[in-house]
């Protein structure tokens, strides 16, 4: 599917999206890249009841302007190279908390 255009889908259709380098490869699209990532994740926020995954390389300073202010970072280095893996995870708007723990 073409994450920034999931009308194949209806709201709420997944617990939760995780989307693995999308985001990172949106970011480089150029004069287009930060339409293309709002879109991806107002798709992933719309069509996720409870949680947005993405996975990225990317760092929060450069990734963050994409992500809603609710989002959680997790920083992950990957052995051997200890290369630096970013968790960003948030709960789409649609999301009725049912504690106030933030799902990760």
């Known amino acids: 599917a073409d994450g920034t255009s999931m009308a194949q889908f209806s709201d709420n259709a997944f617990d939760a999206v995780v989307e693995k380098g999308t ?18 994740i107002q798709e992933c926020s719309r069509v996720a009841k409870m949680k947005v995954v993405s996975i990225c390389f990317g760092q929060p300073e450069t ?18 190279r200890s290369d630096k893996v970013y968790v960003y995870s948030f709960q789409p708007p649609s999301f009725k908390a049912r504690s106030k723990k933030q799902i990760l």
């Open 23 to 40: 985001l990172d490869a949106l970011a480089c699209a150029g004069k287009e890249r930060k339409k293309l990532c709002q879109m991806l």
């Open 63 to 80: 990734r963050l302007e994409f992500l809603p202010t609710n989002t959680c970072i997790k920083e992950l280095k990957i052995p051997p």
